[in-house]
């Protein structure tokens, strides 16, 4: 008894403002079952009560029954009181009231009521459209979605109509959705006002659906519409792929069109450049970057990732330099933290190539996040390896913390690649063939362990693990691609060869190095034409010194001596310690 006094009391107090302020969240429910609350777009002060008296008690009476496990009553008496006030929050009180019970039919009641008493609401709007899709009632959306747009601000409309597709991000039937929702925006997608939007937003369902063309469609008749538009061009730069071409044609014909276009926009087409290892292009967009926004700290940080990653050395630490400035006239953010870690360890990389170990160290002592100390560790174990205390930074990378398997797995290739670059390859393939058992699902480490079996001349072995590889997992084209050179390179079952080969370009059609394999085995099937094309095309595409040991040999064979120097030239001033090019240079008795 004394236990409900004290609830009545509490609620006594509450109620006045209880439905001026924003409802709490309903617990999870079962999927598919019943609904979510809808979210509260926003917080609300608590305001004078203008409840009369029997109005508040059964108001109070309805959060008493509610409380007290009588969910139907409570519902029915709050929404009686809503209808009566035409009161916002009661009706948001009782859909969650019916929601928290795990009514759904009851909440979209409430949400409707609410709904046709206040028309021109977009909470109450919403309310009903976020119920109907979490009752899975699809296809009743169609009303609620137009009224989402409509009861926009005509500034925001562009801006609600992309967003709609979130809606639909816990829905199963995705391909539905599409159909619903273009259905919706059928008098938008025609309007050269909300077109672009309309067309992205129908896009981006098409895409959740795996309608691909559809997407890439939609894309299109919105940049047709707006050529200014950004959001057909967003929605082509996720749909680029080889098999899509036309999606970079989009992309392309917007940033010509639009040459003061966002550097966001610029850099998101370079980092898709760089997945699909287009590296000189994606230099080509990180240079107009930097060089229409000089400000843009994230363009010089990208920029000097990759010119380290193609070992220009003083154009890398110019734009790390750049960024490290433009950083630290900011607010501090995660991001700029994990920038500054990753420019710090690369300016540690670059002196450490140029063997300035103090520098390096002073590098790697700025870096900011205890997040980056494995980076950071590993770097200095390098730096010990570099002058004769390998073992001293094997230990340094052993006494790493290790908070979870991946730590242990992260730990385990650090040390290896540490004896990789000491050429300490069958200490290497010893701790690969460790971390092969501890970790069984993964490939990646029985491929590892091969290229460490082809650095012991343990060849069977080698072709062993990497045919190990790709029955466990048949789309590894890097394991293709490894086996296929290596019988190219021994000038051995060229055919087979050839096939492993064009097997890898099947999953990575745009990767210089498979292409580079490729050109070799076509080199060594006697097809000199054929391999001096693709080595044109290899090496614009990434110069590199192994690329260019292989274009430069090719150069020589036909007679192009000149060409080839300047080729080989070029590969040492890339990376003058490449195996390939100076096994080459020497085996053909050149000296630069």
């Known amino acids: 008894m004394k236990q409900l006094i004290s609830v009545f009391s509490a609620l ?54 509610a409380r007290e496990g009588d969910a139907p009553t409570g519902f029915s008496l709050m929404l009686d009181a809503a209808r009566k006030t035409n009161d916002a929050q009661l009706y948001q009180r009782a859909a969650d009231i019916a929601l928290q019970s795990r009514s759904g039919d009851a909440a979209l009641q409430a949400a409707q009521a609410w709904r046709q008493a206040q028309p021109a609401s977009r909470e109450a709007n919403r309310y009903v459209l976020q119920i109907l899709l979490a009752l899975n009632r699809i296809t009743e959306t169609t009303e609620p979605l137009k009224n989402e747009v409509k009861l926009a601000p005509q500034v925001e409309r562009p801006q609600a109509i992309t967003s709609l597709p979130r809606f639909f991000a816990r829905v199963g039937d995705k391909k539905l959705a599409a159909s619903v929702l273009e259905q919706a925006l059928a008098d938008e997608l025609k309007a050269p006002a909300t077109g672009a939007a309309a067309w992205t937003a129908v896009g981006r369902m098409r895409l959740a659906a795996g309608e691909l063309p559809g997407a890439l469609e939609a894309a299109e008749r919105g940049q047709a519409l707006d050529p200014a538009a950004e959001g057909p061009t967003l929605l082509a730069l996720e749909l680029m792929d080889p098999k899509l071409p036309r999606a970079e044609a989009l992309v392309q014909k917007y940033l010509a069109g639009n040459p003061k276009a966002a550097p966001e926009l610029r850099m998101a087409y370079a980092r898709v450049l760089l997945d699909v290892q287009r590296y000189a292009e994606a230099s080509t967009q990180l240079q107009l970057v930097t060089r229409d926004k000089p400000d843009y700290p994230e363009g010089w940080l990208v920029l000097g990732s990759l010119q380290l990653q193609d070992n220009q050395l003083a154009a890398a630490q110019t734009s790390l330099l750049r960024y490290l400035e433009l950083a630290g006239q900011g607010e501090a953010q995660p991001q700029t933290s994990r920038g500054l870690s990753q420019a710090y360890l690369s300016l540690a990389q670059i002196a450490e190539k140029r063997r300035d170990f103090a520098a390096a160290e002073s590098w790697i002592n700025k870096i900011p996040d205890a997040q980056e100390l494995v980076q950071a560790q590993v770097r200095r174990a390098s730096l010990l390896a570099r002058q004769g205390k390998l073992n001293e930074g094997r230990l340094l990378i052993r006494k790493l913390p290790e908070r979870n398997p991946d730590d242990k797995r992260l730990k385990l290739m650090a040390e290896v690649n540490l004896l990789r670059e000491q050429k300490e390859y069958r200490s290497a393939y010893e701790l690969l063939a460790q971390a092969v058992t501890q970790f069984p699902d993964e490939p990646e480490l029985l491929y590892d362990q091969a290229m460490m079996a082809e650095k012991l001349d343990a060849l069977p072995e080698m072709e062993r693990l990497l045919r190990q590889v790709v029955e466990r997992k048949p789309d590894y084209h890097h394991a293709y691609n490894a086996l296929g050179y290596s019988l190219a390179d021994r000038n051995v079952r060229l055919p087979e060869a ?16 498979i292409k580079d394999s490729l050109g070799w085995v076509e080199f060594r099937l006697g097809n000199k034409a054929e391999a001096l094309s693709i080595f044109e095309a290899a090496y614009k595409a990434k110069p590199d010194a192994e690329i260019a040991a292989h274009f430069g040999e090719v150069l020589w064979s036909l007679g192009q001596r000149d060409r080839a120097l300047a080729i080989w030239k070029e590969g040492m001033l890339l990376n003058a310690e490449n195996e390939t090019l100076l096994g080459t240079l020497k085996r053909l008795r050149v000296r630069l």
Do not use: H, M, N, R
């Open 12 to 65: 006594c107090l509450a109620v006045p403002v209880l439905w001026a302020q924003t409802a709490q969240p309903a617990p999870a429910l079962p999927p598919a079952a019943q609904p979510e609350a809808p979210a509260a777009t926003q917080t609300l002060t608590p305001v004078p009560s203008s409840l009369d008296g029997e109005l508040f008690y059964q108001v109070l009476l309805g959060e008493l029954t």
């Open 498 to 513: 050839k096939q492993l080969i064009l097997k890898a370009l099947e999953y990575a059609p745009e990767d210089p190095f």
